[in-house]
């Protein structure tokens, strides 16, 4: 497998004290005030412009679900976090999660064209369906709809979203000062949807933005969400443990899109890995360890019940999980992360202490602990392999898993010939070497003309 | 009547090229950037905040309705935008409308939230129930809900979003390291609300911010909308013509915030004023007269025309107001506006043309050109004899017309004791004098202890 050079690209996801569930624990981490405090995300982002990585991200959902005692778990909304940011960087790209579940498509496509014209063309928008039925309680529903259906609605959330963003074409600003006429309306399209689950008459309040769209980035492993990957993701986040089992995601994907009738170098891979950096092997280890230590699995154990649907007591914590557990066709929550839980205990016959060990890290996402140079070959391998067109940082522990990735590992990266060195445009389009989309109207004038 | 020294209050209501819609044709106006350009936007801001003004503020509505061709008229989502300008100020209060018609309580209330935290304290919501049918088709709507029903749901709006803010006491982090204990989960309350328009069953993922909540901001003046301002609104924005008119208005409100319990220091009332500077009276009527011969009256009229339920036709240029038009009862839009026009139009004798001259700079606010002492007097009249605690100021023209108020009349104002000289605390809520409300569970433990 040969790359064009400097073609790895790299996604920091920021995540409170760290992606490590003991990470607010460590001496470094200001307990109150890593969920509220916008100087710490601002600051991250500027890390991670200075490492001159493709973008930060942020995720999200409409509950709050968890535990309190666990962890730091309160939010701020990312759009406007993302605004924020977009105010003190000028050329790190910037994802939010939003989910289709839990909107009306005209407020977000609008929300996100304006945080696109914000940041000069640095959007992106983590799609999502939300698979936790907290959620749908919080928007007038007895539970979240069936997972079929949660796709169904996303498909054509996106339609709709695709037509809003065309609505204004590039050039229906004319700003003609002599004529008294300051836009072309015969440039402004009223969208007239009418579909399954949404009718939207009108075009957006937004003029088109310097991206045209955000970036669509999409994070759902699921059969459903492959396939709504395929058809509309520019890059995917997913959970992978093993090369195999990432090189046959990555085949799977790109083979869908093709199926779709893309180009397959358009749907970005992006695995999650979670680093802890060490001076030293041991001295990462033991890191690592420190951490373990300090994750109380009372928490752990009850998450993990839920996600498996069993009692907490049906676990014990020196015992592997029990033997009839659901299939992932019954699991109407999140089908791949359920599979991917399962798997990963069984693959390596954990116990559940064990497992949560594992989960508290990074959730199921591939942990690696090492030096920079062994976080270096560890991203290498995958990207030489198949199995990824770049990576999904997850550190451990924030800001300094940032700071150590940032001034470490990027720079070996730099010097094997497979990150930038220097931004090349100003875009999240241009970094992740992604074209501005036509607009849909503007080219069936070019093709008209051309006739 | 008499005033505490310093206590006026000043909103700086920011619309791209300024408010009077031929605004954009003047050399200034950069026609292509004034409705997106962020930058143009934090530099208004920071003028504000430059002559330490309360706030500034952000219209907003979920479509897109006028014909483009007239004026700039594409807008950015306005809480990614304080967001934005956040960043870049430190004082300034930071104001946006959003709409109860067209948005979730659950996620517009956590956005509100989160741009409070993200601003220190500045964040403050106009409420609107949004007063035209487009808006509706863009969410799955044949038509807007009626007068009443908009303001029933944005009552319940209200009472599910107070719940929320209130759903994370805030002394919920404990931040306890070696407990491994982050936050009190019996100081996170699920909100449990069912009601006929929404049903919320969690607390807010975001934790309890610095105001408590956000200024609570009111801008419709039909009898529905007044009631609903003296039960909720901490501050009101109003259109007002005459010094007669405004001081019955504020009147009225304190006497409806009393009915409601309240006391009536704590609503504030800020009638619009379109100032326009020149350094002579001669000088200011020529800088009006030039913008209003600006004016192209045909879209105008079209506007209009819908606004009184009429044919364009039946509008001719050079003539007052047909007889027979429809009674505010008949109006399902926006009734107070409806009134305020025909009114207007009616007590002035004024022809189409001029009526459109009128709203032209103004739609419906009062205009007033002059010098900036000139100014400072028109401000003073009416704050002095009950008419206003405060006034939103929405300069004719951006970002000169801002300019000329903070450079030449704030001074006045100042001199005369009546408008601050320094800013007095960081938070919106200090700027205008009221306090962060109680969260109504501390309030109750509170009490359960005193017992
Ligand atoms: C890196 C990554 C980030 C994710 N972030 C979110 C998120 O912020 N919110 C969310 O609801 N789901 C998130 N997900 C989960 C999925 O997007 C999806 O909602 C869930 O997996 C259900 O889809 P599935 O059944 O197709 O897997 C994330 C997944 C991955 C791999
Ligand atoms: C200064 C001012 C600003 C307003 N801004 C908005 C706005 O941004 N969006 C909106 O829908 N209505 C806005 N309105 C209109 C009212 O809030 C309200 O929606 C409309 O007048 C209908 O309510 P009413 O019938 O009670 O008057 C504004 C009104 C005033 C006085």
Redesign the interface.
């Known amino acids: 497998m040969t790359h064009r050079p400097g073609q790895l690209h790299l996604n920091a996801f920021l995540m409170s004290s760290g992606h490590h569930e ?1 990470s ?2 460590l001496p470094e ?4 005030s890593v ?2 405090n ?1 100087a710490f995300l ?1 600051q991250l982002a500027l890390t991670a412009e200075r490492g001159r990585l493709d973008s930060i991200f942020f995720a999200d ?5 968890r ?11 990312p ?10 960087t000028s050329r790190i790209g910037l994802i939010a999660t939003a989910s289709t579940t ?3 498509p ?2 977000l496509a ?2 996100f ?3 696109d ?2 940041s000069g063309g640095r959007a992106g928008w983590n799609i999502v369906t939300t698979a936790f039925g ?1 959620a749908a ?4 529903l007895a539970d979240q709809p069936s997972h079929r259906e949660r796709y169904e609605r996303a498909a054509e959330f996106l339609e709709v979203s695709l037509k809003l963003w065309d ?2 074409e590039a050039d ?2 004319v ?1 003609d ?1 002599a004529a ?6 015969s440039k ?1 399209h009223a969208i007239g949807h009418v579909g399954e689950h ?10 088109r ?1 310097p991206q045209g769209r955000p970036l669509l980035v999409q994070a759902g492993s699921s059969e459903d969400g492959k396939d709504f990957a395929a058809q509309y993701a520019e890059a995917v986040f997913t959970a992978q443990q093993t090369l195999a089992d990432a090189q046959e995601f990555y085949a799977d994907l790109k083979r869908r899109a093709v199926e779709w009738g893309r180009d397959p170098a358009t749907v970005l891979v992006l695995p999650g890995i979670v680093p802890v950096i060490g001076a030293t092997e041991a001295e990462a280890r033991e890191k690592e360890d420190e951490l373990d230590r ?1 994750i ?1 699995p009372e928490y752990a154990r009850v998450e993990l019940a839920k996600t498996l649907r069993v009692h907490p007591d049906d676990l014990p914590l020196d015992r592997e999980l029990p033997a009839d557990l659901p299939s992932e066709d019954e699991i109407e929550g999140a089908k791949s992360r359920y599979t991917l839980v399962v798997n990963l205990a069984r693959r390596e016959h954990l116990t559940v202490r064990q497992l949560i060990g594992r989960l508290g890290g990074g959730r199921g996402h591939r942990t690696f602990s090492g030096t920079a140079e062994q976080v270096a070959d560890a991203i290498q391998d995958w990207y030489d392999h198949g199995a990824a067109d770049g990576f999904n940082i997850m550190p451990a522990v924030l800001p300094s898993g940032l700071d150590d990735f940032v001034d470490q590992v990027v720079p070996i990266l730099v010097d094997r010939g497979l990150f930038r060195t220097e931004y090349t445009g100003t875009t999240l389009r241009e970094h992740y070497g992604l074209a501005v989309p036509e607009n849909r109207w503007t080219a069936a004038r070019t093709a008209e003309i051309a006739r």
């Open positions: 003991a607010w624990r981490s200001d307990p109150s969920s509220t916008i601002q959902g409409p509950a709050q679900g535990d309190v005692g666990r962890r730091p778990s309160g939010t701020l909304e759009t406007v976090v993302l605004a924020a940011i977009a105010a003190v839990y909107n009306d005209y407020n609008r929300r064209a304006s945080v014209h914000i907290e309680r919080n928007f007038g609505s204004w229906a600003e700003g000062k008294g006429v300051w836009g072309d309306s402004v949404f009718s939207v008459a009108g075009a957006l309040t937004t003029p933005s300090l109380k």
